[in-house]
């Protein structure tokens, strides 16, 4: 009789890494996955356990398996009950040791097994064949440490937001909800937006000259840079007269070169990639959005192709130190090659540098050479992976750095003139790294100046003054708040993207040129923490939190200490707070049809509107300014017909804007956007004998995220007449479709490399 040998059950997270894994594995292994989190924190209100945490038992949570995980969790324990070893292999962070122990639960409750240490646990920086086999040779138990500093984050944003935003929903509307890092994040967007709001701006005036050596044709730039031999600052010309005083001065001079300074300088690439800066160049190069960065990382990862992308560490395995050497030497010469690794030290506050940081897990791959990617996101997130990884193991760019002072004769002003040129290229070769003020070049892109030496005669070809005024503190980009959110120690790797997409889900803020701006009820909700909670959206208050779980997960301290010291002052002030205050209300200057009292302002889902003061009545009406602009959208598209059913279309608002919905909705729920219309039929859908019965019209249209209107045929997709210019009249709309016409754009397409099969 042959006995069946038992298999060694692997769980992970995901199917698609679990695909990966299995593909390194001999036949004896079984790779399954839980899709994500096993078990969780009921949602509602439970009796004697509310918010699914019984407070008086120590803070216990009362976890449930979700609806959406039972179905899996059958699966795994079908799976562990053929398994001779069950082999735990969730991701390295805290989430995933807390999965892994979730999981750990659920069998010991199923009987499954008896004992933690019959579980094995493993973590792996990359989906390797060289980690995988490397991890299973040296498993370990679960971290409970780990575990319980994902417990004690869970159980305080679950405390705050379960207790925070009913309150908000009695003092502004239904729906509202806080958080610890969220409204911190709304904190910095709104005041941020008061600064700029109570910004003044300042004039003040340059002085600019282009000048030419004598002889010769190049010519060179300069700005006045002292007077009377006193350096001027950015202020020191604040008016136009005093401008156009200096000018009148220099009339008629001559001037000659009074000093010339060279300055050898050298650049040192940026670190590799840790989860925020790599969320921050993914949107200033790439134009990504942190969470759009992450799902992508995410399957980079899984696929096997970078390193863990949830980490704030900038080391890089020897390993892979070594590989970089040898891939730098290959492509780009010896001369970019460094004589011993370079390594970074991460100042970022709470920085835990146990992990690697996000690099590819084999150089050798790069775009274009053998290596398949599912998407062209894919294509060019890896790229800028491997780019920056490799530029980080470069050598330094040097730069010979010129300045030439160019002096009126009687040497009263002098003007200042700069070059920069690059000497060796150095990582510059490869990679630089964005910047957040787009305006600013990269110095390394600076021209050289002509050669010049002291005492060398320059003529002026211009002077000219040039206007200036100070400018208010930029909006936040997604770059620039996960560079503020992580300067600050708020949140952590794992917590940037959610909180990003979670103040845009609720309508706290919105993107605007991909700039963000509060919304009203932000701006409200903000007010209203900041006026009664300032510890909760306190800066220096989030930040120590985050310094707490760190010392739980390195064991130092006790979760449910933690818990109590918060939560035992939080719940009392909360008490006081909701007998104190009052409901925001504002009183309009509309009187009520019903009552004749002035009706009130109020909250809804789609924004403010007017509501009767008596309680009993249920009359509602639009704000004035709203319903003018519904008069005015009504006007504009009274022949509008329900695509549908033909109906007449009517104003409508929902959380997007103003749209048209069919005047016999429920019964028909025929709907269409509101176009600005130009007053032209597209000329294309005319020439088509299928559309010119029912020509679409020209419509200014905008691109996501872009400032920069278009113009368009209604009918797209089944119309791709575009343009970028407004034509003014039938002629020039004719002679911009002819010139359309005769050159149409062809469909985005992307080459990707056949895959191997």
């Known amino acids: ?344 030290s991460n100042k970022t506050k709470g920085a835990q540098e146990a992990h690697e940081a996000v690099r590819p897990t084999d150089l050798s791959h790069k775009l274009g050479e053998n290596f398949n990617l599912e998407d062209h996101g894919q294509y060019k997130l890896y790229d800028l992976i491997w780019k920056r990884t490799v530029a980080s193991q470069m050598q330094s760019a040097a730069l010979l750095q010129t300045s030439a002072d160019i002096s009126t004769e009687n040497k009263k002003y002098s003007f200042r003139a700069s070059g920069q040129t690059v000497i060796f290229d150095g990582f510059i070769h490869v990679y630089t790294e964005g910047r957040d003020d787009v305006s600013e070049e990269d110095s390394s892109e600076e021209g050289a100046l002509p050669q010049l030496s002291a005492g060398d005669k320059i003529n002026s070809k211009e002077i000219l003054p040039l206007q200036h005024f100070t400018e208010p503190p930029p909006r936040y980009t997604d770059a620039t708040l996960i560079k503020a959110l992580e300067s600050h120690g708020v949140g952590r790797p794992s917590t940037y993207a959610p909180t990003l997409s979670t103040v845009q889900e609720r309508e706290y803020v919105e993107k605007i040129d991909k700039k963000y701006h509060p919304t009203e009820i932000g701006i409200l909700v903000n007010d209203m923490l900041v006026e009664n909670f300032p510890e909760i959206v306190d800066i220096n208050f989030t930040s120590h939190i985050e310094e707490e779980f760190d010392e739980i997960a390195e064991g130092k301290i006790k979760w449910t200490e933690i818990i109590r010291e918060f939560y035992t002052p939080f719940k009392k002030h909360l008490e006081e707070k909701e007998a104190t205050v009052i409901k925001k209300v504002e009183v309009s200057q509309t009187p009520c049809p019903h009552c004749d009292k002035p009706m009130l302002i109020k909250f809804g889902r789609m924004g403010k509107f007017l509501a009767c003061p008596d309680p009993e009545s249920k009359v509602t009406m639009p704000l004035p300014e709203e319903a003018a602009k519904i008069k005015e959208l009504t006007e504009k598209t009274r022949d509008e017909r329900c695509a549908l059913c033909g109906k007449v279309m009517e104003v409508k608002r929902g959380r997007f804007g103003y749209f048209l919905g069919c005047v016999d909705y429920p019964k028909c729920k025929g709907i269409s956007k509101i176009w600005n219309k130009l007053g032209f039929k597209c000329p294309h859908c005319l020439l088509s004998p299928e559309r010119k019965d029912q020509p679409g019209d020209i419509v200014e249209k905008k691109a996501r995220g872009r400032g920069k209107p278009f113009y368009a045929c209604t009918r797209y997709p089944d119309c791709n007449f575009v343009m970028n210019k407004k034509p003014e009249n039938e002629s020039e709309l004719k002679e911009l479709y002819e010139k359309w016409f005769a050159n149409p754009p062809k469909p985005k397409r992307v080459a990707y490399p056949k895959k191997e099969h």
Request: proline residues 3%; positive net charge; aromatic residues 8%.
């Open 1 to 344: 009789m042959v006995t069946k040998t038992k298999s060694q059950l692997i769980i992970v997270e995901s199917p698609t890494k679990a695909k990966t894994i299995s593909k390194f594995l001999p036949r004896e292994y079984r790779v399954e996955s839980s899709y994500g989190h096993v078990r969780d924190l009921p949602k509602g209100k439970f009796g004697k356990t509310r918010f699914g945490i019984d407070i008086k038992n120590d803070f216990k949570p009362q976890y449930v398996i979700p609806k959406t995980a039972l179905a899996h969790v059958e699966q795994l324990k079908e799976a562990a009950a053929k398994a001779t070893d069950i082999i735990l292999a969730t991701d390295e962070d805290r989430e995933g040791e807390a999965i892994a122990w979730h999981i750990a639960e659920i069998f010991k409750e199923d009987g499954l097994v008896k004992n933690p240490k019959d579980f094995k646990r493993i973590v792996f920086h990359e989906i390797t064949k060289r980690a995988i086999t490397e991890a299973l040779e040296k498993p370990r138990s679960l971290d409970m440490d780990m575990v319980n500093a994902q417990q004690a984050r869970r159980v305080l944003d679950r405390l705050v937001g379960y207790e925070l935003s009913p309150f908000l929903w009695r003092k502004i509307r239904y729906g509202l909800s806080a958080g610890r890092v969220q409204s911190v994040a709304v904190r910095l967007i709104v005041e941020r937006e008061r600064e700029i709001e109570s910004f003044k701006k300042e004039e003040y005036w340059s002085i600019e000259g282009t000048f030419q050596k004598s002889g010769e044709k190049e010519i060179f730039k300069a700005k006045l840079h002292s007077a009377d031999g006193k350096n001027l600052g950015k202020m020191s010309i604040s008016n136009q007269d005093e401008a156009e005083k200096i000018i009148s001065d220099l009339k008629g001079e001559k001037y000659f070169v009074s000093n010339v300074s060279t300055k050898e300088t050298s650049r040192n690439p940026a670190p590799p990639f840790t989860t925020s800066t790599l969320q921050q160049e993914a949107a200033r190069k790439l134009g990504f959005s942190a969470k759009q960065t992450m799902v992508i990382a995410q399957k980079l990862y899984e696929n096997g192709h970078i390193t863990y992308m949830r980490t704030d560490s900038l080391n890089i395995a020897s390993s892979a130190l070594d590989q970089a050497k040898k891939i730098i030497a290959e492509k780009f010469g010896e001369k970019y090659t460094l004589s011993s690794p370079r390594h970074y």
